[in-house]
């Protein structure tokens, strides 16, 4: 059973960083893809990031591209999200989420319905 647990989320001030992480359990990962997702309050799930765990082709939404980047430690079935610079506008949950995309190790998907796993969501709060 696929599992995936987000933590490091928190509160920090605007401007500052934080790293959330998405420990991966239940399966091999090496065809799959991971992606970050977030949800305001009142807003719909937006995509942040994703990489496509084999090749580490990265793809970011226009909202956090060069503040934010997303990695993975394949020992560890871990993947990360190091998030700089960051605003107010960033408030979220913070969702991490898996999705199979088998035999194409440069795609990197962006929509929901492409992601088959889901964490719980981790908070990340920024204050002005």
């Known amino acids: 059973q696929v599992q995936l647990v987000e933590s490091g989320g928190g509160l920090v001030q605007a401007g500052g960083s934080l790293r959330v992480s998405c420990a991966a359990s239940?399966?091999?990962?090496?065809?799959?893809?991971m992606g970050w997702f977030r949800q305001a309050p009142g807003k719909d799930r937006e995509f942040v990031a994703a990489?496509?765990?084999?090749?580490?082709?990265?793809k970011y939404s226009d909202s956090v591209k060069g503040r934010f980047t997303i990695s993975r430690d394949n020992a560890k079935n871990t993947v990360f999200l190091q998030m700089n610079s960051l605003k107010p506008e960033d408030t979220a949950v913070y969702y991490c989420?898996?999705?199979?995309?088998?035999?194409?190790?440069?795609?990197?998907?962006?929509?929901?319905?492409?992601?088959?796993?889901w964490g719980q969501g981790t908070q990340v709060t920024v204050s002005s």
């Open positions: 990489i496509n765990w084999r090749s580490g082709y990265t």
């Open positions: 989420a898996a999705g199979d995309v088998s035999g194409n190790y440069y795609y990197t998907p962006y929509r929901r319905y492409e992601y088959g796993y």
């Open positions: 239940g399966r091999t990962f090496s065809s799959y893809a």
